[in-house]
């Protein structure tokens, strides 16, 4: 019996080997094949435009084909020569357009904010008010390349909270976000994406998140962007719940020069929803909401270093029983008001100065609070 294993094993790691060089060739004759038929077509497909030079069609179903088989600077030419004898065509100025978007250099940018903050109510409670201070940093790199013939971009960012004054723990927040870029006409794009979320306190892990995330970039005056994510919390701390959280939001520009020739008035509606299937956790409370915001923001530019940023915003919030004692659901509108300084002095380094102020109104007496804010910040790009 084992001299037969002695001479089967050998014969089936044999076999093994034998069967995998016979796929890897087939895969690798069938992918040969496929290439040369796309250049075969490509090679016809150039015969007809040799015949026909300033026929517009005939360049742009080349450069259609050429991109596709990956000759990029073939597909421009193409378009190129499109353009030249038909400067309305459309099809051949957004071929053109995305091509040097796709072909743009892989770029990796990065910005370092660290601050520190005084709150005159940090608790945010209406009755026996502490101030505390606080600091943290924010590192966000963001990756923009080139990908199996997509643009392709990808987001990083860390927060760490360091204990404050009253809050005696360490909070880490950690996201990742990456996925293509699809260009459309009239310079418009959009970003799909998959998240990653991570929260860390005291060095454990109190929740993780994981979704899909999309941006529509209009590149427009009036509308700038509409974004949507939904994510999957996770609590992992002890007596922790679930939530399945949607989020929505947009920018929309109001005006230009209103007061001065260089600002704006930017319009930021927003819409965030919690939900979890039942049930509260171990305090006895949980986040099963509906939020609805509108922030308007007023920045003027000074000069080109120097802007003044001047914010005034909405939030209504409606909890389904916040907690387990509660006999009703709760209600909160806050209202917040600041303004911001923002100089910098050279290239790759800023500062900023803000003060806001801010009211929360609620059909809980106890919710009832009012909060001074002051911060500072150093910003460093690289």
Avoid at 82 to 102: G, M, Q, V, Y
Avoid at 109 to 130: D, E, P, V
Avoid at 240 to 257: C, D, R
Avoid at 297 to 322: A, G, I, R
Wanted: some cysteine; glycine content about 4%; hydrophobic content about 35%.
């Amino acid at each position: 019996m084992s001299r037969f294993r002695d001479l089967w094993r050998p014969t089936v790691f044999s076999v093994c080997i034998w069967s995998t060089c016979l796929l890897t060739s087939l895969l690798h004759s069938n992918s040969v094949n496929s290439q040369n038929l796309e250049i075969s077509k490509l090679n016809l497909l150039w015969k007809e435009v040799l015949q026909s030079p300033s026929n517009p069609e005939k360049n742009i179903e080349y450069g259609l084909e050429a991109e596709r088989s990956g000759f990029y600077d073939r597909a421009a030419s193409a378009y190129i020569r499109a353009i030249k004898h038909d400067p309305s065509n459309k099809l051949a100025k957004f071929r053109l357009e995305t091509l040097a978007k796709i072909q743009r250099p892989n770029k990796t940018t990065g910005t370092l904010i660290t601050s520190s903050t005084y709150n005159a109510n940090s608790s945010q409670t209406r009755y026996n008010a502490k101030g505390d201070t606080a600091l943290s940093k924010t590192l966000l790199i963001t990756d923009n390349r080139t990908l199996l013939n997509t643009r392709w971009r990808s987001v990083f960012v860390n927060y760490a909270d360091l204990h404050s004054t009253l809050r005696n723990s360490d909070v880490i927040f950690t996201s990742v976000n990456s996925g293509p870029i699809f260009y459309f006409e009239e310079k418009q794009s959009a970003n799909f994406s998959l998240i990653f979320e991570n929260t860390v306190i005291d060095k454990k892990v109190d929740n993780f998140s994981f979704g899909i995330n999309s941006v529509y970039d209009f590149n427009r005056v009036d509308i700038k962007y509409l974004k949507l994510s939904l994510k999957y919390n996770k609590g992992q701390s002890e007596g922790s719940i679930n939530y399945l959280n949607t989020f929505f939001s947009s920018s929309i520009g109001v005006a230009n020069s209103v007061l001065f020739k260089k600002d704006h008035i930017n319009f930021e509606p927003s819409v965030n929803i919690n939900v979890n299937r039942s049930g509260y956790d171990s305090a006895g409370e949980r986040d099963r909401l509906i939020e609805s915001g509108a922030n308007f923001n007023y920045s003027v530019s000074l000069d080109s270093t120097q802007t003044f940023d001047f914010s005034n915003s909405f939030q209504y919030t409606h909890y389904f029983k916040n907690k387990k004692t509660d006999s009703k659901n709760r209600s909160d509108f806050l209202y917040n008001v600041g303004i911001t300084y923002n100089i910098r002095p050279i290239e790759f380094i800023s500062f900023s100065l803000s003060f806001a102020y801010e009211r929360n109104f609620s059909n809980f007496n106890e919710n009832h609070y009012s909060n001074s804010t002051i911060g500072s910040s150093v910003i460093l790009s690289f």
